[in-house]
């Protein structure tokens, strides 16, 4: 018995094949079919386009859909016309936070009280050389700081003696 030894191989490679198409194409043949070739990139290209077009604006319709729901659901919370239970059960579904924003504002009277060379001049003192610092102890961790502003007002200095 003998066995033979027998070797699959594609009697021709994708450039030979190429290469013999074009040998056989005449160039009207060849110039149509180059010609095909560009015209179905062009629709590719204008398909693409398309698609990335109708992608963002399906993205925007979204977004502004988004907005929309989580408009309203703040607004009936503020109103009380749907349990919050219900609007926070819904809201946590969309991935939406039911926060709102609040204002804080309150007066502080500061008093320093310095002992200075005698030659020392009052006017040198302006609010610039004081640093106000406040600070909020809210514990809840669902609160949320996100800005904080102050402003000196009769900023005054004078002479106790």
Do not use: W
Request: glycine share 0%; charged share 40%.
């Amino acid at each position: 018995m003998s066995t033979e030894e027998t070797t699959t191989e594609a009697p021709y490679t994708n450039q030979q094949i190429a290469e013999n198409t074009v040998k056989e194409l005449s160039a009207n043949e060849l110039t149509k079919e180059l010609q095909r070739l560009l015209d179905e990139v062009d629709y590719r290209k204008r398909e693409a386009a398309l698609a990335k077009e109708r992608a963002t604006q399906a993205t925007s319709r979204y977004s502004n859909l988004y907005s929309s729901v989580e408009e309203f659901l703040k607004e009936h919370v503020k109103d009380e016309q749907v349990s919050i239970d219900d609007l926070k059960e819904l809201a946590e579904e969309l991935n939406i936070e039911l926060t709102k924003s609040i204002k804080v504002t309150f007066t502080v009277k500061c008093e320093y009280e310095f002992n200075v060379p005698l030659d020392f001049d009052e006017e040198d003192i302006t609010d610039g050389d004081f640093t106000v610092r406040i600070s909020s102890d809210i514990s809840d961790e669902d609160v949320e700081e996100t800005s904080e502003s102050y402003e000196i007002e009769d900023f005054e200095v004078e002479d106790n003696d």
